[in-house]
């Protein structure tokens, strides 16, 4: 039985909303942040590239 068999297709969906939430929820809060604090934030973006 493959994946379609376990999981209906509504758990899928319910899954991949709130991935797709969760992710634009921690994306908006990095940048909220930078936005706020854009002394540090360059700091970061510089230890996050390195």
């Known amino acids: 039985m493959g994946f379609k068999g376990r ?7 319910v899954l991949g909303i709130a ?3 969760l992710t634009a929820a921690i994306i908006g809060l990095e ?3 930078d936005y706020i604090d854009l002394a540090h934030g ?3 973006i510089g230890f996050w590239a390195g």
Do not use: E, H
């Open 19 to 21: 991935q797709l939430l």
């Open 31 to 33: 940048l909220g942040s």
């Open 42 to 44: 360059t700091i970061w």
């Open 7 to 13: 999981f209906p297709r509504w758990v899928t969906a």
